[in-house]
């Protein structure tokens, strides 16, 4: 039988030198290769085709690099097989007469079968009673490879890599189709950056990249080597990880073969031969396990964001492997000093170890763009050595979730539920009864307690008779006649439920809605539903959950005239030819998602009364001579507003700070046990740290002051405070 096949092969070969009947060559030669796999060829060869046109266009999967706002500064990588394209001209001459001398000597000869390889290989395969050579050209093994690229399930993939005659024989045909659409310098092109040459290598760039820690088009004549050599079986020819002597002696035979083609010269190969392997190894990093300290609660909520965009895929699922397979070039919003500042302020107050989370969020007012998430915790999957939990009855089973941590503290996750923010939310309320005609002047008499219209239970702290809700202040000092101003920079409980009342706690929620905010737990979603908002009375005291992310996209709207720009971690996505990322619609996903969802005018009377806040005092009214937070203004230099906020009992505090170029929302609670009192002590800490990362991001960037809103907003008011109406101009610090 194998002599008979042999004579078939011969005779074949024969007809091929005088170019005659390829086609029918190709079929002859493998033909007993396909009968022994029980497979009729044709039916192999047809049922698993693909056009000449789409193997022209089938990409391999590449890398996607994620950069800081610089354009400049890694922040990560996504892939699946690590591989960057690169053009045939950018390989050093090294590589290319390399790959050819160790995987195909004929390549530039053959139209994509070598027939004196294929009859060659038959005989030793036979012989061998197995397979012990092949006779794959360069063209066949880009074939291959590209038909495994584009499968779409696990059934296209084994039948591209599957080791059958009918798979040959597709190869084969496609390989000769092939050659007639592309030159031969494009078929090395696209095989050099296919091919694996192990160590998490894939293309000639991340082989050169992680072996020696350069580019290829610096590869030496022994390195180009030793990477072609790599290629028919990396796991037995990686210097790294292997056999030094066989790599070096699959290297040498490598060399041997180029000066065999009179790549190289007699005495070039032989100095190639007597160098050693000098590796200098990159581990290329992946995901955001592995992204730069700091920036991996960024890194990870960048992802979670991916993972929702449609533009991307019809699923998470789909989203998530185009980031690792699309070779994208990702510049995000994260500016790397505003990162720092925030991180290192974060640092000087809490440390990782502590079970207190202190953490901020900083948001470029009018675009979205987040700019710094920092908190103190470190990115990473081992809690071997984390703290006890914090929560006794967990104490035993679970350890505590610092210093290491994976779970999205600052916002941006799905499974992130958030923390009670208290009186931030009176900006809500605020911003309801000014949208409804009550101006900055609503003047309120405003007890030590109020009973309100709104119904609790008795187990209430806060119960009072015939089952009202009667919240308190939290100082006797706060009793009096106030206003927006006065309401709002001392944090005045029983005026603003006596103003929430006026308009309405449904307004008060929906408001927060359309800032951004979304409801995570389940009370929180029954409350905010429209059969229970209207009597949502402690709503204006921020009891329900929320995240440093969302409260930063809030009030950036606020100072952005009532501008909102969904939070936003890009600032430009282009795909692996260099194109803008678009949607369905044509539209950048990384452009700015922003609405009009304020007037101006209300926005900026939310922002007068904010001021008060600061210790900046209102442009237009009365501040009622103290604040909750009166030396940040002292501290950032500059015009700010803001709202600092502590839950009941201490058990999370907040500050939200805000100027025309920036926004900032920092807290500091317990993300494992709610019920944790942060204390009085550690209140003041998301204040200083937000009015210091203000000063110190924007420290060289212009002074920017904000717009009086106008007399309708103001209302009635007092003589000395209409005289404060001409100041649109900060005072001297």
């Given amino acids: 039988m194998i002599a008979r096949t042999m004579r078939v092969a011969g005779g074949f070969l024969a007809l091929l030198r005088t170019g005659l009947i390829v086609g029918l060559a190709v079929a002859a030669l493998v033909y007993p290769l396909a009968a022994v796999s029980g497979m009729g060829v044709k039916q192999g060869a047809d049922e698993l085709a693909m056009p000449p046109e789409a193997l022209r266009q089938a990409l391999p999967a590449q890398t996607t690099h994620v950069y800081a706002a610089d354009g400049t500064t890694m922040l990560a990588q996504f892939y699946e097989e690590y591989r960057t394209y690169t053009s045939l001209d950018a390989m050093s001459v090294n590589v290319q007469h390399a790959i050819v001398a160790a995987e195909d000597a004929r390549f530039w000869e053959h139209h994509g079968v070598d027939f004196k390889g294929v009859a060659r290989a038959f005989v030793a395969n036979h012989k061998a009673g197995g397979v012990s050579q092949g006779a794959s050209t360069i063209t066949m093994q880009y074939v291959r490879n590209a038909l495994r690229d584009s499968a779409r399930t696990p059934a296209e993939v084994n039948a591209a890599t599957e080791q059958t005659g009918a798979r040959k024989v597709r190869e084969m045909k496609l390989a000769i189709e092939l050659e007639k659409h592309m030159s031969k310098q494009e078929i090395l092109e696209r095989y050099l950056n296919v091919a694996y040459f192990g160590h998490r290598a894939y293309g000639v760039q991340a082989a050169a990249e992680v072996y020696f820690s350069k580019k290829p088009a610096d590869l030496t004549v022994p390195e180009a080597a030793l990477l072609a050599g790599l290629v028919q079986a990396p796991s037995s020819y990686d210097p790294a990880v292997g056999d030094a002597k066989a790599a070096t002696a699959r290297r040498n035979y490598v060399i041997d073969r180029m000066a065999d083609l009179r790549y190289l010269s007699a005495a070039d190969a032989t100095a190639a031969r007597a160098e050693p392997i000098a590796l200098k190894l990159t581990d290329p990093p992946n995901d955001c396990l592995a992204t730069r300290p700091g920036y991996g609660f960024f890194c990870a909520m960048f992802r979670s964001w991916w993972a929702n965009q449609p533009a991307f895929g019809a699923n998470s699922t789909e989203r998530l492997e185009a980031l690792r397979r699309g070779g994208y070039r990702i510049v995000t919003s994260l500016d790397p000093r505003v990162q720092d500042v925030a991180q290192a302020q974060i640092l000087k107050r809490e440390q990782a170890r502590s079970p207190y989370a202190l953490g901020q969020v900083a948001i470029e007012p009018g675009t979205g763009l987040i700019r710094a998430m920092a908190v103190n915790r470190v990115y990473s999957l081992d809690r071997a050595s984390n703290g006890p939990h914090s929560d006794p009855r967990q104490r035993k089973r679970l350890r505590g979730n610092y210093p ?19 009186s931030t939310f009176k900006m809500f309320t605020m911003l309801a ?38 919240p308190s202040n939290a100082s006797d000092s706060m009793t009096g006649r106030q206003t927006m101003w006065s309401g709002f920079g001392k944090s005045v409980n029983t005026y603003f439920v006596q103003l929430e009342q006026r308009v309405g706690a449904d307004a008060a929620v929906r408001m927060a809605e359309r800032l951004g905010l979304r409801w995570r737990t389940g009370i929180d979603k029954t409350q905010a539903s429209p059969a229970k908002a209207k009597g949502w009375g402690a709503f204006t005291l ?87 937070a009166p030396r940040v203004f002292a501290t ?98």
């Fill in 542 to 628: 921020g009891v329900a959950d929320t995240t440093p992310l969302e409260m930063a996209g809030a009030f950036a709207t606020v100072v952005a005239d009532g501008v909102h720009c969904e939070p936003i971690p890009v600032s430009s996505i282009t795909d692996a030819s260099g194109k803008p990322a678009v949607d369905d619609k044509g539209v950048e996903v990384a452009k700015p998602r922003c609405a009009q969802v304020l007037s101006a005018d209300v926005a900026r009377g939310a922002v007068d009364a904010a001021r008060c806040v600061t210790g900046y005092k209102a442009a237009t009214g009365d501040c009622g001579g103290w604040s909750t």
């Fill in 433 to 470: 009864a000014l949208e409804q005609g009550l101006p900055l002047s609503t003047a309120i008499y405003s007890p030590k307690t109020v009973q309100t219209k709104y119904k609790t239970g008795r187990s209430s702290p806060a119960h009072c008779g015939n089952d009202f809700w009667c």
């Fill in 636 to 733: 950032v230099r500059r015009p700010v507003a803001g709202k600092s906020g502590t839950t009941d009992d201490d058990r999370a505090a907040w500050f939200v700070g805000m100027t025309p170029g920036l926004t900032v929302a920092g807290f500091i609670a317990d993300p494992d046990n709610p019920l944790h009192r942060v204390g009085s002590g550690n209140a003041g800490k998301p204040r200083e740290t937000v009015a210091e990362t203000l000063r110190d991001a924007l420290a060289g960037t212009p002074v920017r002051g904000f717009t009086p809103p106008s007399s309708q907003i103001v209302g009635k008011q007092p003589p000395a405070a209409k005289a404060r109406t001409k100041t649109t101009t900060p005072p001297r610090a």
């Fill in 404 to 422: 290491n941590t994976v779970n999205p503290l600052l916002g941006g996750g799905d499974d992130m539920a958030g923390y009670q923010a208290g």
